[in-house]
């Protein structure tokens, strides 16, 4: 114990020592907590269109109200040229095309049908599914209008109707940061976690004060551990000022699970996590093979992890790899936590292969590290 304290205390103050350092380890991760999610945010809305109005009538008018009232279109240009509008989107200036026909109106009332035509751009696939998913809604609310107008009005009471009734579970104000911020604060402390412990021990290699401590008596069990524990400190810090000083002062996100519970599970992961980091410095001679196989892994944690898709959505072979990426139990634990209120008993399978996870990875690591003594 004695030699893991004076490990602990060169570790602490190779750490403050560089103060650049230690201002990015704390300073990055909160700038980007209150960035990140205002980027993040998939919500489809401004969607431009252009709009061909060869009748101009009074159902084509109503018609256009209607789209742009929605809220989710932005009216790019109105035109009664279809290949003027279609320059424009060409041009990636509008998303959509809406072409409203000649006698549109004449054909609703005598032929009782009516065709529009609605070229989609989809080089942005979310983009182009979402939008002309909006637009025929719209259209949809506009012909039941007009069904409506049409029936007599001693009718009226005798159409059967069902109405639905939405509840909104969790976040019921749809609100998206909610959703995201902790996510990304899981992701956040996840590079850094990783990043700075996958430096730590090969800056050493390449300064070359590691060959000391090699020649010492120090178990290396004891050499990992002197190695780990100040980072998980550090990974516990930005854990507790992005959760209190940006997620509920910037977000007003209060959890409304067990913060005992949270910090728990993030107490082992971030035991496996640091485990991940130290044995990627143990495969690498310099800095910079360090830093690659950090970015390696950390791109395949951030994209498998469900962050932005979900995990249930993803082919099989994409599923098992998300199943081995610790970053995905965590995100899974936190919005349960945070939004939803989960106890031990939701989560325990969490913790059981999180833990598994952790005491893998470090042995891996303190068996892969190459001691002479």
Known sequence: MRTLRFLLQKEFRQIFRNTIILRMIIAMPIIQLLVMPLAADFEIKNINISIVDHDHSSYSQKLIDKVIASGYFKLNDYSSSFNLSFQEFQKDNSDLVLEIPKNFEKDIVRENNGNLFIAVNAINGTKASVGSSYLARIIADYNSDIRLEWIQPQKIGTIPTIEIATLNWFNPFLNYPFFMVPGILVVLVTMVGAYMCALNIVKEKEVGTIEQINVTPIKKHIFILGKL?????????????????????????????????????????????????????????????????????????????????????????????????????????????????????????????????????????????????
Not at 239 to 253: E, H, K, N, S
Not at 333 to 362: C, P, Y
């Open 229 to 373: 524990i100040p980072f998980w400190v550090i990974g516990i810090l930005i854990f507790t000022l992005g959760l209190f000083g940006v997620a509920r002062l910037v977000y007003q996100i209060v959890p409304v699970g067990s913060l005992f519970l949270m910090y728990g599970f993030l107490s082992i992961y971030l035991i496996a996590l640091l485990g991940i980091g130290l044995l990627i410095s143990t495969y690498s001679a310099t800095q910079q093979q360090a830093m690659s196989l950090a970015f390696f892994c950390m791109m395949i944690f951030l994209l498998m992890s469900g962050l932005f898709t979900s995990v249930d959505s993803m082919p099989p072979w994409a599923k098992l790899i998300a199943q081995c990426n610790p970053v995905t139990y965590f995100i899974d634990v936190m919005r349960m936590v945070v939004l939803k209120g989960s106890g031990f008993a939701d989560i325990k399978n969490h913790f059981l292969i999180i833990t598994v996870m952790a005491v893998f990875f470090n042995g891996w690591a303190v068996l892969n590290y190459k001691k002479t003594n």
